[in-house]
């Protein structure tokens, strides 16, 4: 660790370095940043009961509150026609894909490339819904992605599902986010229109577009307002944090479960399609969410339909074969932990070896019978047995090897299974000839194994005599 000191050293305690406006933020950070930060950038002292008052976010905190408090007087005073009901759930879609399909996929993950038109609605639409410029916006969620579940995670879903929803929003962070480059976007010309008239945008997408489609397209200017304005507002809100909460949280771990995001159809049906997260926290350049075409996800569709039409192009996908390897590795998994917990056949090495002479005097005492090499003890099964008792009771202290493999009844899989587990010995001598792939009870032809119980023979891959494979 010593050789570290002259880098850290060499490094200004306040990251990130005085750069070049066109160099990325992150070219001079420290191999070990993540320790770095931890050991060297002190967090704002923690929240208490007594000052949690202080430490609020008070602008996001007005406007998270009155959102919701507009939204909820409005359903009680203002009422809803269907026009203005349609118009909501519509502009809901629009201001949720300019977060989805603009924010998410396309600044802060490249996952396609955008015409200047679909650009410029696209950060219409994402404006719309209120949640801060694309380049604030996608220099936290690259930070999420390259922190997950670390105290330079913004959204850090170990710190609860409530942090990781609003908490994060409404409380002010005790650590600034971790470094993510974002010179990318600062060289978007969209990107830095859109900063540039953030305020008016905000006003005019969030509140007044909704508001003026109701009243000049039907007469319903107070349902515009508090329908297709507030209320709609508050859904895309939740729904863009419940991929901060909900998918973090709730299903299954697909590809990896080294970290917290997760799968699962609920979380797509709030998120407009980006709920299959463990998947879009392994492939995040991935343009899908959910990779099968039929499953839910509305940003993947509109994207593919804008290429369609040719308004994107390059829409990025990772090598199925790779995708399947993750898929792989957790089934493996899940079918390991079923395989530890059931019993098998006792290890050959750890049976007794007998001699016929002595089975058949043992056989005398108890009831034993050989089948395929092994003596097996039947006495808490004789009576099981579905063929009858006298079936077995007639072979004992014999080899029922042929009677048992199809000579009287060819036995299915799980008897010859079960009676893998009355294995008390192995015969002196080895087996019948032919008879190798009988030894083995059906349920242990195939093992799940760690690479570390693989044995030797993985050691041949670090010879260098064959130098690099192409
Ligand atoms: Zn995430
Ligand atoms: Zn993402």
Request: charged fraction near 15%.
């Amino acid at each position: 660790m010593s050789s570290l000191a002259p880098t850290i050293s060499s490094v200004s305690a306040s990251l990130p370095l005085p750069l070049k406006d066109d160099q990325p933020a992150d070219l001079n950070i420290p191999d070990n940043y993540i320790d770095w930060v931890l050991k060297n950038q002190k967090p704002l002292p923690p929240i208490t009961w007594s000052n949690w008052w202080k430490r609020l976010n008070r602008l996001t905190l007005t406007i998270l509150l009155l959102t919701h408090l507009i939204s909820i007087w409005g359903v009680f005073h203002v009422s809803l026609c269907w026009k203005t009901a349609s118009w909501s759930i519509a502009y809901y879609f629009i201001t949720g894909l300019g977060i989805t399909a603009g924010y998410h996929r396309l600044w802060a993950h490249r996952s396609y490339n955008a015409s200047k038109p679909l650009q410029y609605f696209l950060a219409m639409a994402g404006t719309g819904a209120v949640q801060g410029s694309i380049r604030w916006w996608c220099r936290g969620h690259r930070a999420h992605h390259r922190y997950t579940d670390t105290e330079l995670d913004p959204y850090n879903a170990l710190k609860g599902f409530w942090w990781a929803h609003i908490g994060w929003m409404m409380i002010k962070p005790r650590r600034k986010p971790g470094i993510a480059d974002v010179s990318d976007l600062s060289k978007n010309a969209v990107v830095r229109w859109q900063h540039r008239w953030y305020l008016p945008l905000i006003i005019g997408m969030g509140l007044v577009l909704p508001t003026v489609v109701a009243g000049l397209g039907w007469g319903d200017w107070k349902g515009g307002f508090f329908y297709a304005g507030a209320a709609r507002l508050c859904f895309v809100y939740h729904s863009t944090f419940c991929v901060n909460s909900l998918a973090h949280w709730l299903g299954e771990a697909s590809f990896d479960e080294k970290h917290t995001p997760r799968d699962h159809v609920i979380t797509a049906l709030v998120t407009i399609g980006d709920g299959y997260h463990n998947f879009h926290h392994q492939f995040p350049m991935d343009y899908r969410s959910a990779i099968k075409w039929y499953q839910y996800d509305p940003t993947k569709w509109f994207i593919w339909t804008c290429q369609l039409v040719g308004l994107a192009s390059h829409l990025k996908v990772f090598p199925d074969n790779e995708i399947r390897k993750g898929q792989l590795t957790m089934q493996l998994k899940r079918l390991k932990d079923t395989q530890e917990g059931l019993t098998f056949a006792p290890d050959v090495n750890g049976l007794p070896v007998i001699s016929w002479e002595s089975f058949q005097e043992q056989a005398t005492k108890r009831p034993l019978v050989v089948i395929g090499g092994f003596i097996h003890d039947v006495s808490s099964f004789m009576d099981e047995h579905p063929g009858g008792r006298h079936l077995i009771a007639k072979n004992i202290g014999k080899d029922a090897t042929t009677a048992f493999f199809g000579g009287v009844y060819d036995h299915s899989n799980a008897a010859h299974n079960w009676l893998s587990m009355m294995r008390v010995g192995v015969l002196h001598g080895g087996t019948q000839h032919g008879l190798d792939d009988k030894n083995v009870p059906p349920a242990q032809r195939m093992r799940v194994m760690h690479y570390h119980e693989f044995g030797s023979a993985s050691s041949s891959a670090w010879s260098d005599e064959e130098g690099i494979g192409g």
